[in-house]
C-alpha cells in the first residue's frame, strides 16, 4: 500500500508539475498600447502581396462564397475547424480589432480577446512575419469591404475541443519568435529563409508530423503525408530543387512534372504572383539544404507477383496512357513527362495512385492559362489494374522506386 501511495502521490506532483508548466509557457504576453496605424496606398498594395505570399485567401474563402469572409473548413485528424472571416466586418470580422491585436494572432496565436487560437491557422509559421509586414497585411485586410459571415463553430473531437488540450499542445509545440536574419548568410538567403519558413508556412505541408500534429524543427521539410487528404508532400532541399523551383512555382510545371492537388491551390492562389526575386529567394535558400536521400525501395515479399503486375501494369499504359504520355515517357512535347518524374520516385505513391484514379488539373497560371488535365481512371480500372499501372512506372521511371500493391491502392482514397 506504502508503494501504491507513493506512485500516486509522485503522478499527482507529475501532473501538477506538468500542468503549472503548461500555464507558464501560455501565459499572456505583454500587450503594447494600440497605435493607430497610418495605413497609405504603398502600405495596403504591399499588404495585398504578402496576402498572396501568405495564400490567405485559399483558407479564408468557402467554396462559392466572397472572398476573404471565412467558413471554408479545415479537415484535420481531430475534427473540422473553420477559417474565420478577415474583412473589417464590425460583428464577424476584424472590424474591431486593431494592429495590436492583429499581432498578437500572428505572432503569439492568440485571438482578440486572448483566447488560444487552433493550430489550423499556421500561426507556428507566421510567428516568425515581422512587425511591419503584420502591420502591412492588417492594413490590407482593412481595405477590403466590410462583409458579415460568421464562422461556423468548429467541430472537433474530445478532448481536442477543450482548452486544456490545446494548452498542452502549445506548450509542447509552440514557441513564438520573429525572424533573426543569419548574418553568415547573404540577402536573398534571408529573403527566401523568411518566406519559407514564416509566411509562405511550407513546412505546414512538407513536414512529417507526430500523433498530435505537431512537427520537430530539425524535419521541418523531410516530407511527409499530409493528413486526412493523404496527399505525399516531397522532402524539400537540394540544388536541383533550387533549379527547378521558381518554374514550378510561377507556372506550376517543371521538368519533372507539375503540380497537382494541394500544391496546384498553392501555385494558383499564391506562388504565381510572387516576384521572381522572391521565387530565386526561396530558391536560393531550399537549393542550401540537404538534399532528400533516395529512399531505398522495400524489399519485395512475392517478386514474381511483382513482375506479374508490372507486365500487366505495361499492357494497360499502351492502351490506355501512352496516347498522351508516349511509350517513352517523354509527354511528347505537350504533357508532363513521366521519365524522372518526380512523382513516380516519392517514398510513398499516393500521388500517382491519386492521379490514376481521380486525375487533376494544374494550376491556371499567367505561365500556363490553359493547362492540359490529367482523366480519372478509377471508373475504368480495378484497384488490381491501378496497382499494376503504378507499379510498371514506378519501376519503370522511378529511379529505384518500389512497386504498389493492391492494398496501397485500397489504402489511399
Known amino acids: 500500500m506504502k508503494a501504491l501511495r507513493r506512485a500516486l502521490l509522485a503522478l499527482l ?3 501538477l508539475v506538468f500542468a503549472a508548466w503548461v500555464t507558464w509557457m501560455n501565459r499572456s504576453p505583454v500587450r ?8 497609405t496606398p504603398a502600405l495596403v498594395e504591399r499588404g495585398a502581396y504578402l496576402a498572396r505570399a501568405g495564400n490567405c485567401l485559399a483558407c479564408h474563402t468557402a467554396r462559392g462564397g466572397l472572398p476573404y469572409t471565412g ?29 495590436e491585436d492583429f499581432w498578437q494572432a500572428l505572432h503569439h496565436g492568440r485571438g482578440r480577446d486572448g483566447r488560444l487560437l487552433s493550430p489550423a491557422f499556421p500561426y507556428a509559421a507566421f510567428t516568425q ?10 492594413a490590407f485586410l482593412q481595405s477590403l469591404p466590410a462583409r458579415e459571415r460568421a464562422r461556423p463553430a468548429h467541430a472537433l473531437r474530445f478532448p481536442y475541443n477543450q482548452g486544456w488540450a490545446l494548452a498542452a499542445w502549445r506548450a509542447l509545440h509552440f514557441r513564438p519568435g520573429e525572424f533573426q536574419p543569419d548574418a553568415a548568410q547573404d540577402a536573398a538567403w534571408n529573403r527566401g529563409a523568411y518566406l519559407v519558413r514564416g509566411l509562405g508556412h511550407c513546412a505546414s505541408c512538407h513536414a512529417p508530423r507526430n500523433a498530435l500534429g505537431g512537427s520537430r524543427a530539425d524535419a521541418a521539410l523531410a516530407g511527409g503525408l499530409m493528413p486526412v487528404s493523404a496527399w505525399y508532400a516531397p522532402a524539400l532541399g537540394g540544388a536541383r530543387e533550387a533549379a527547378e523551383l521558381p518554374g514550378l512555382l510561377r507556372g506550376g510545371q517543371s521538368p519533372r512534372g507539375a ?15 510572387l516576384s521572381e526575386a522572391d521565387l530565386q529567394a526561396m530558391a536560393r535558400y531550399l537549393g542550401s539544404l540537404p538534399a532528400p536521400a533516395q529512399p531505398e525501395p522495400a524489399e ?13 501494369g505495361a499492357q494497360l499504359f499502351t492502351q490506355h496512357c501512352a496516347a498522351c504520355h508516349g511509350e517513352q515517357g517523354d509527354g511528347q512535347g505537350l504533357y508532363p513527362p513521366l521519365a524522372g518524374n518526380r512523382s513516380l520516385a516519392l517514398p510513398s505513391p499516393n500521388n500517382l495512385i491519386k492521379a490514376i484514379r481521380h486525375g487533376g488539373f494544374g494550376p491556371s497560371t499567367q505561365a500556363n492559362p490553359r493547362p492540359f488535365g490529367m482523366p480519372p481512371f478509377g471508373h475504368v480500372l ?8 503504378a507499379t510498371h512506372l514506378r519501376l519503370r521511371w522511378g529511379q529505384g522506386a518500389g512497386g504498389v500493391t493492391e492494398l496501397q491502392v485500397l489504402q489511399t482514397p
Open 13 to 15: 506532483l507529475g501532473l
Open 32 to 39: 503594447a498600447p494600440a497605435v493607430a496605424l497610418a495605413v
Open 71 to 99: 467558413g471554408r473548413g479545415i479537415e484535420t485528424p481531430f475534427g473540422t475547424v473553420f477559417a474565420g472571416n478577415l474583412t473589417p466586418a464590425p460583428r464577424t470580422g476584424l472590424g474591431g480589432w486593431s494592429a
Open 129 to 138: 512575419v515581422t512587425r511591419a509586414d503584420s502591420d502591412a497585411l492588417f
Open 259 to 273: 503540380a497537382l492537388g494541394p500544391m496546384a491551390e498553392v501555385v494558383l492562389h499564391s506562388t504565381q504572383y
Open 300 to 312: 519485395e515479399k512475392r517478386p514474381q507477383q511483382r513482375a506479374a503486375r508490372a507486365e500487366l
Open 382 to 389: 480495378s484497384e488490381t489494374e491501378i496497382a499494376a499501372v
